[in-house]
Nanobody, 122 residues
Framework: QVQLVESGGGLVQAGGSLRLSCAAS????????MGWFRQAPGKEREFVAA????????YYADSVKGRFTISRDNAKNTVYLQMNSLKPEDTAVYYC???????????????WGQGTQVTVSS
């Protein structure tokens, strides 16, 4: 069993920044690709960013390219999402997810966190 706990969400003004963190349990963190997803009210859960096991490969949704950065620290069992130049349309619950071995940009991940709310005011 892998437990994921997100933190760092909150309320910010448009143009501001937040850094989300996801702490993972277990000793096999480095065997999982990690991803961030988000879900706004009335919308489907959507892919935001993902990072490979080693941290060398990254993928981003077109809507966040150039603004968000995903990274991981395998020694700390933690993945991060640095969010800059935030827009009101970024408002959503953000979820951390883990997938065995292979990175994915769809919602076929094996483990999910409970989510953290990000609200961007205009």
């Amino acid at each position: 069993q892998v437990q994921l706990v997100e933190s760092g969400g909150g309320l910010v003004q448009a143009g501001g920044s937040l850094r989300l963190s996801c702490a993972a349990s277990g000793r096999t963190f480095s065997t999982y690709a990690m991803g961030w997803f988000r879900q706004a009210p009335g919308k489907e859960r959507e892919f935001v960013a993902a990072v490979s096991r080693s941290g060398e490969g990254t993928y981003y949704a077109d809507s966040v390219k150039g603004r968000f950065t995903i990274s991981r620290d395998n020694a700390k069992n933690t993945v991060y999402l640095q969010m800059n130049s935030l827009k009101p349309e970024d408002t959503a619950v953000y979820y951390c997810a883990a997938r065995r071995l292979i990175i994915s940009t769809i919602t076929d991940y094996d483990y999910w966190g409970q989510g953290t709310q990000v609200t961007v005011s205009s």
